[in-house]
């Protein structure tokens, strides 16, 4: 759907559609995420086959990442919204009793959810899960880098789902600017600072609550006590899926000096284990989104001395997995999100000045490789303020629908997936009972107590 006239229509049929109570319910969400449940088991195939066209990865990476996660997400969230939606209990001051309080958690309404093009369905559907769970109708706007994805999804939605419930809006970013300053009750946008930025500035014109995820700049440290083959796979495999095209893969990566050839040989057969001697031709690496991005990857490379590929086919949007050495402190490739497969390793005399002196201001990841995990973690947590930390892995923090995801900072606020993505999308309505005959004179004027007195009960309160 596209036009204005045709947004508008609906807009306002899923504001109807909230307005009526149709979504509050627990058995109406339980059967909205069944019904998604349904659409990920029954289409999920198709869907990553889409995924497969735009980006050029295979389908087992497009299944897994995608249709696959969202199925967890939404088995989950089934699984607990129960729990989720239960009144919390709050805590009473003495001014208060005889009475009780209890938070409850409402919907804000019409959720828009404004995808990307590296992950075109995961990236909407996964916040579609918190979405629905919290009792809201949904809004996706894919995006029209994947057109494949969108095609798909505005094809398989309908069979699955009321439009006053979920419907697909396609276009650019006029239909996304339209659709925040007038459909949405909350927003959850993943995509670049520049565009996150602009969409705070149109939610902020109604104003509506915003989701932004924005990815960043994420380093990744290695000792000399890490593991190093194992580190170097784990580093391999976050760096490469997806040809490097995720919000939390490692930007670059900081080796003990005393370790570093050990560790780039180590990436060397990491890469050819995983791709074989030449990745073009292997079916498990994907391809760069468009020749934009390909020819803003290709003038990164002279920026450092390739140890590992370094080449790339500008007419496939090939580029090879690519490991750099030589990069200036200055380089662009420290201070950018690379956003393709391209690592820098930086030697350093000490990892742990290299965390204390990292400059890679709120990324949404910090990977830390050591043989003491506990001490790497401590020194994570301290120094840099990532929204996540992961020891000795990478990705792996993905996998567990109970963790929500999201940023701090630059690199965004807000959560969806698990408790977090549901507590997000969704309000506390405080709800306060009072005895209808027992009265406290003092709260009213004229007043009769003195200051002392005062001073002394709002210690209780």
Request: aromatic residues 10%; glycine residues 12%.
């Amino acid at each position: 759907m596209t036009g204005s006239a045709g947004l508008e229509e609906l807009s306002g049929k899923q504001w109807e559609y909230f307005a009526r109570g149709a979504t509050e319910s627990i058995s109406s969400r339980k059967e909205a995420l069944r019904a998604l449940i349904s659409m990920m088991e029954n289409e999920g195939d198709g869907l990553a086959a889409a995924i497969s066209r735009d980006l050029g990865r295979c389908w087992l990476e497009s299944w897994s990442a995608e249709p696959g996660l969202v199925l967890a997400d939404a088995r989950y969230a089934l699984r607990h919204i129960s729990s989720w939606n239960r009144p919390e209990r709050h805590r009473l001051s003495p001014a208060m009793i005889p009475g009780n309080v209890r938070g409850c958690r409402r919907p804000y309404g019409r959720a828009v959810i404004i995808g990307p093009w590296n992950y075109p369905a995961g990236l909407l559907l996964c916040p579609m899960v918190s979405a629905l769970a919290a009792g809201n109708t949904v809004i996706l706007k894919p995006s029209e880098r994947a057109p494949s994805t969108a095609d798909f999804l505005q094809d398989i939605l309908p069979s699955y789902f009321r439009p006053e419930l979920a419907a697909v809006v396609r276009g650019g970013g006029e239909e996304g600017e339209w659709l925040i300053r007038n459909a949405a009750d909350i927003v959850c946008f993943t995509g670049s600072i520049p565009t996150g930025r602009k969409v705070m500035a149109d939610a902020a014109s109604r104003p509506v609550p915003v989701v932004l995820e924005l990815g960043g700049v994420n380093p990744c440290f290695v000792d000399s006590g890490a593991n190093l083959r194992n580190a170097a796979r784990r580093i391999a495999w976050g760096k490469f899926f997806g040809a490097g095209q995720t919000c939390l893969a490692p930007n670059h990566v900081y080796v003990a000096r005393e370790v570093e050839v050990e560790f780039l040989s180590s990436m060397a057969e990491a890469v050819k284990d995983f791709y074989g001697d030449d990745p073009s031709r292997s079916e498990y690496y994907g391809r760069i989104i468009d020749r934009p991005a390909w020819d803003r990857l290709s003038s990164m490379l002279g920026e450092g001395a390739p140890v590992i590929g370094g080449i790339g086919y500008r007419e496939d949007l090939y580029m090879a997995p690519t490991v750099l050495t030589g990069v200036g402190s200055d380089s662009r490739l420290l201070r950018e999100e690379i956003f393709g497969p391209i690592l820098p390793v930086i030697p350093c005399d000490s990892v742990e000045e290299a965390i204390e002196g990292s400059s890679e201001g709120s990324p949404l990841a910090v990977y830390g490789f050591s043989g003491n995990g506990r001490r790497i973690g401590s020194l994570l947590k301290e120094n840099i303020r990532a929204s996540s930390i992961t020891v000795n892995g990478t990705l792996h923090r993905i996998v567990s629908s109970s963790i929500g995801f999201g940023g701090v900072g630059e690199s965004g606020f807000g959560r969806y997936r698990g408790l977090e993505g549901f507590r997000h999308f969704s309000w506390e309505q405080v709800v306060l009972r009072k005895s209808a005959r027992f009265e406290m004179p003092m709260l009213y004027p004229p007043y009769r107590i003195g200051r002392g007195l005062v001073r002394m009960l709002s210690r209780f309160f």
